[in-house]
């Protein structure tokens, strides 16, 4: 999965709470990417960043806030988890320009309850 | 809203014949790719066409591009059970991220 890693993995958690999810490259690529992944919906991108402290909103932003303090991490945090954010969740990262192919991690299975 | 709309929605043929996806979108891009995700793993890139190309070939892949009908096709030759997968098309347009299809799900029988 070209050095992307995503944590946790799986995470089951209760409505109201908050959520931060994890996306960790070794590739030190500029633009990381988080989207989700609904059935009927494809990929939907929910905010992403051309560099360190810079982060843009996607298509699917509400709810949803991104930090990116190193090259290396972006983290996606959902302050008060909804069960419409139950999703698949997946970074990507791309190169020198952000019409490059992207990487994708693993993902990361969430369930809000 | 979705740019690329991949057609048909799912498709189940024959090991060793070929499989054709569709991906129609609405507005000038810049680049059309198209993904390959298994089950339960992230997309991997399998081709990326320009604008001003219109065909590309990868291997057992042949992507073609019809930027008059604003239509893409993806065609796998002499498909294998490893090839069922979900397919999916991204496009950018012009200073925009890349928007994914709702993808086409592939089934090869063995």
């Known amino acids: 999965d070209a050095g992307i890693t995503q944590s946790p993995r799986h995470k089951v958690t209760e409505t109201g709470t908050p959520v931060t999810l994890r996306c960790h490259q070794t590739?030190?690529?500029?633009?990381m990417y988080w989207y989700r992944q609904d059935p009927g919906h494809g990929l939907r991108l929910i905010h992403y960043?051309?560099?360190?402290?810079?982060?843009d909103k996607g298509e699917v932003s509400d709810g949803y806030s991104v930090s990116r303090s190193k090259t290396e991490d972006f983290l996606l945090t959902l302050e008060s988890a909804t069960s419409s954010q139950t999703s698949v969740y997946f970074c990507?990262?791309?190169?020198?320009?952000?019409?490059?192919?992207?990487?994708f991690g693993p993902g990361t299975r969430l369930t809000v309850l | 809203s979705q740019q690329g709309e991949e057609d048909p929605q799912a498709l189940s043929i024959q090991e060793g014949e070929n499989a054709t996806m569709n991906c129609s979108y609405k507005?000038?891009?810049?680049?059309l790719q198209w993904y390959r995700q298994n089950s339960g793993r992230g997309l991997v890139h399998l081709i990326l066409?320009?604008?001003?190309?219109r065909e590309k070939h990868s291997g057992r892949l042949r992507v073609t591009l019809d930027t008059s009908k604003k239509s893409s096709s993806l065609l796998i030759t002499a498909s294998r059970a490893a090839d069922t997968a979900s397919y999916f098309c991204?496009?950018?347009?012009?200073?925009?991220?890349?928007?994914f299809g709702p993808g086409t799900r592939l089934s090869v029988l063995p």
């Open positions: 066409i320009r604008s001003n190309e």
């Open positions: 960043s051309y560099g360190v402290k810079d982060t």
């Open positions: 991204a496009t950018d347009n012009y200073g925009q991220n890349f928007v």
């Open positions: 590739e030190n690529h500029r633009y």
């Open positions: 990507a990262i791309s190169g020198a320009s952000s019409y490059n192919e992207q990487f």
């Open positions: 507005t000038s891009i810049n680049n």
